[in-house]
């Protein structure tokens, strides 16, 4: 330790010496981290950190395939979502949703009208992911159909938005589309856009009517997540609603001919969609940051020929070659954990703009720390302290510095030569291949934007207007 700390203190001499050097490392270092760092964050939102649900390795998404229609992983229907939860041992309890969801005007006593999007969940729903609301309850398995009272729940971020974090909301009436709803309950922040996307939540209320008909069992409109039995694998509730399918084919052959459910673990259902470009985009800031490194290792070689007296004169006074290689490794690491520093900063003040500036749909969020995240940092520093630290420093002490303290020659050796260029080799072929992707990228949008539609877009706009449902003074009319 006090030999580290004499290296730190002749490390913090020999920057503030030539600030200019440094501070170019920690600039071209901060912008790789910042963009790996950046990018891995939403690498870990979406595929690494699990959803803050309950148990969450044990819910699976149920689908249907129809290799006749040509169906594959549709919605399922919800008679057969009903029989699924009664007929399947393997799972603890079914839940059904519709991930399609509605606009409605919200208005709670005096204040102005809101415009919601409300969402349709089974009863149980909350309750078969695992989500205990915040303040309340929330719905029963009984008022997946019709005779209760209207109720509804609210996202926690619609809780503070359009009531203020009133904490005193829980059985108050609101009305949705002139219907009178009791609230009965708040989500936890932490449930964000996991399955549902929407602003409040009430159940489906199906009627018995309803429940009977065909259109109950025809429709494929809702989706259905289930929870497995503690012990039970996948592949064991797989071969249980296989069975089950083929009973219920024989029994409604009008309506289930060809029907093949099938399941899939929560998480990657969720997000696969979002895996290859988001890993694309993963790799490529690899390379961005690999081109940073070598950036920094051609500017430590072109400084080390400027020491090569310094190093000359410790190595007279009894430094060995591993004595020399470590002081340049705690330079290298005290511009690294600069840089990394300056990088996390860059993520995360960019990913709070873009948060606040991108569209929804893009699903940006801020920097979200974890310690997946302070690992992955934590590694990224060390390796790149590795990349641009230890070789140039391998090949600086390796030199007859004997010689070079009598010549006081300053001119690299063939080795250093060979490498510099193979480094600058590196670096060019890296952003030949960062430069032809985001060129191809660019076309394909380009390509996408003069796609004929068969019409002409110049001057037309588009809009879309909800008003809410229910009597309209002065024989008003609406029209959808």
């Excluded at 913090?12 to 981290?33: D, E, M």
């Excluded at 089974?122 to 205990?132: D, L, P, R, T």
């Excluded at 310094?310 to 330079?331: D, K, P, Y």
Aim: net charge neutral; proline share 5%; aromatic share 8%.
């Amino acid at each position: 330790m006090h030999t580290f700390l004499n290296d730190l203190r002749t490390t913090l001499r020999t920057h503030r010496a030539s600030p200019g050097f440094a501070l170019l490392v920690v600039a071209t270092l901060g912008i790789g981290v910042g963009a790996t760092t950046a990018i891995f964050s939403a690498v870990n939102d979406g595929f690494l950190r699990p959803f803050p649900l309950r148990s969450p390795e044990r819910l699976v998404m149920l689908f249907v395939d129809n290799e006749e229609r040509g169906w594959n992983r549709i919605h399922a229907a919800p008679a057969n979502v009903v029989d699924w939860k009664e007929r399947v041992d393997g799972f603890q309890d079914v839940a059904h949703y519709g991930d399609f969801t509605r606009s409605a005007a919200l208005v709670s006593g005096a204040a102005e009208p809101q415009l919601v999007t409300v969402g349709q969940v089974s009863g149980n729903f909350f309750e078969v992911i695992g989500v205990a609301p915040y303040l309340g309850r929330a719905f029963t398995s009984e008022e997946t159909w019709a005779g209760h009272e209207p109720a509804v729940v609210l996202r926690h971020d619609t809780w503070r938005r359009v009531f203020n974090g009133d904490p005193d909301i829980v059985n108050k009436t609101v009305r949705i589309d002139e219907v009178a709803h009791q609230v009965i309950g708040v989500m936890p922040r932490q449930l964000k856009q996991t399955l549902t996307d929407a602003d409040v939540w009430v159940p489906f209320a199906w009627t018995d009517d309803l429940r009977e008909s065909d259109w109950f069992r025809q429709a494929h409109v809702v989706r259905a997540v289930a929870r497995l039995q503690e012990g039970v694998t996948i592949e064991q509730a797989d071969q249980q609603l296989s069975a089950v399918a083929s009973g219920l084919e024989l029994e409604y052959p009008r309506l289930n001919r060809g029907m093949e459910p099938g399941m899939q673990s929560l998480q990657p259902f969720i997000t696969g969609d979002k895996r290859l470009p988001l890993m694309l985009l993963f790799g490529a800031v690899l390379v961005l940051q690999l081109m940073a490194c070598a950036n920094v290792a051609n500017l430590v070689f072109l400084r080390s020929l400027r020491r090569d007296t310094e190093f000359a004169v410790r190595a007279a006074m009894g430094a060995g070659r591993s004595r020399l290689i470590r002081q340049n490794l705690t330079e290298s690491l005290v511009l690294a954990s600069a840089g990394t520093i300056a990088g996390v900063g860059l993520a995360a003040l960019g990913l709070r703009l873009l948060s606040i500036l991108s569209p929804a749909q893009l699903g940006v969020r801020p920097l979200s720390p974890d310690w997946r995240v302070a690992a992955f940092v934590l590694a990224t520093m060390l390796a790149s302290t590795l990349i641009f630290g230890l070789l140039p420093a391998w090949i600086s002490t390796g030199r007859n510095l004997a010689q070079s303290l009598m010549s006081r020659s300053r001119s690299a050796s063939r080795q250093q030569v060979r490498l510099t260029h193979g480094i600058t080799v590196l670096q060019v072929s890296s952003a030949v291949v960062l430069v032809a992707g985001a060129g191809l990228l660019m076309q394909s949008l380009h390509s996408l934007r003069n796609v004929e539609t068969g019409i002409n877009p110049e001057n037309i706009l588009t809009f879309e207007v909800t008003p809410p449902k229910g009597n309209y003074p002065n024989g008003a009319a609406r029209v959808d």
